[in-house]
Structure formats: structure tokens, C-alpha cells
């Protein structure tokens, strides 16, 4: 089975093919541009380097938030062009579990170790979850966290074992976490190929007419027109 990963959800945007499992190419972009501009080239780019042709692909795993309003929606448009024109279905993706997925436990047991993978939503909030490193079981569900909540949640589920704070929220968790509990951050943990890819495993497939956001909060447009 072919997959196409692909993510837009946050600053960076990447794609990568995978054909049971093996990576064939892909492609991370950490430009300043906006993903309208940077993403379908890329895409391009890593179906080209893979060898495969757009008929080839099987299913398209792409994330669907948290994270930037305006990069989900670019990305969700751009795959569900590709679903139809193809056609295939789309494997919809928490970007927090992709973003776990992408990492790894370079020392200690990964059954003892729990990743807190988060991108920061401003004003001392974050998208974030929290799952077990070895299978990305969620132990806390994916949704918009006031730090200081969240920290809370952490010391109470820790017990003994390692955690790991992901992403460019963890700066945020860092500062709510002092005198609660211990733990280790990679604020410069991004979103790869390869952990759509993990993160997509055991996902049905679904008709890109199924396949939405989960912004987990209400944009600033929107606020502003309440």
C-alpha cells in the first residue's frame, strides 16, 4: 500500500511516500514562506524523488490540527483536490500524534516513558496531549490547555515514569511545570513524514468530504465576529 503523509498544520510543512511501511522520499521545508506557496511544490518534489505517480497512491495521511488555522486549512484544501483528482480517501491525523510519532525515546524504556507533544496557542495556552511513547495511546486526549492545568495533569499521571515535552509549546509547559514535576523538552521537535505515517496506522480511511479540522479552539476571526 502507498501513503502520502503531509502536514501544514504548524510553521513547518513536510510530505514524505511510503510503500508498506518503507520511507521511498520526502521532503521537510523550514521556510518562512507560507505554506500556500511552499507545500504543493513540495509535494511535487518528494512524488517525483519516490518514483511513484499520483495514480499510484493508495491513501493521503495528512493532519488535521491543532495548530495554525490558516496551514490546516491549506493543507486540507490541497489534499482533497489530490483525493478527488486521484481519486483516493484520506487518513485524517492529530497533528499532536504526529508529532509523537515523529520522535523517539533515545534512552530508557519507551513503556515507561510519556510524551507530552504541544504547540503553543499564546497567552500561556497549548494544543497538546499526552501519550504513551510506545504505542502513542493517548492518556490525556488532544485538546487546548491552560499550561498551568495542564502541568497539573502531568504531576498527577507521572508517577515514575520519564516524561518528554514536545514541541514548540514546550517552553510554555516548562515554566508551569517548575516545582511540580521533572521532566526533559525539545521545544525543536517538528512534524516529520514519518510520523504522520506512524501516528496514521490503524486509521480507517475516509472520503475527503469526511475528512475535517479539529482546531480544538475558535479562531481570532471568529472571536472577533462574536
Known sequence: MIILA???????????????GDELAFELSLEKRTHS???????????????????????IAVTVGPGSF?????GLSAVKGMA?????????VSSTKALAGSSEVAEGDPSETLFVPSFDARNNRV???VVKASDLTAVVEEGAFDAEDLAERI???????KVIVLGNGADTIRNA????????YAPGAVILPRGIYN??????????????????????AERLRK
Not at 503531509?6 to 510503500?19: E, F, H, I, K, L
Not at 504531576?155 to 515514569?161: F, T, Y
Not at 511545570?177 to 526533559?184: D, H, P, T, V
Open 70 to 74: 490558516t496551514g490546516i486549512r491549506i
Open 199 to 220: 501516528a496514521s496506522r490503524g486509521t480507517d480511511p475516509v472520503g475527503a468530504e469526511a475528512c475535517s479540522a479539529s482546531y480544538c479552539a475558535v479562531s481570532s
Open 127 to 129: 494544543f497538546a496531549s
Open 177 to 184: 511545570a517548575q516545582g511540580r514535576f521533572e521532566a526533559e
Open 84 to 92: 478527488y483528482a486521484v481519486p483516493c480517501p484520506l487518513i485524517p
Open 6 to 20: 503531509a502536514d501544514t498544520s504548524n510553521s513547518t510543512c513536510c510530505a514524505g511516500v511510503y510503500r508498506d
Open 155 to 161: 504531576k498527577e499521571l507521572k508517577g515514575r515514569r
Open 37 to 59: 506557496e511552499t507545500f504543493m511544490p513540495l509535494v511535487e518534489r518528494v512524488v517525483e524523488k519516490s518514483g511513484i505517480t499520483y495514480g499510484d497512491i493508495d491513501a
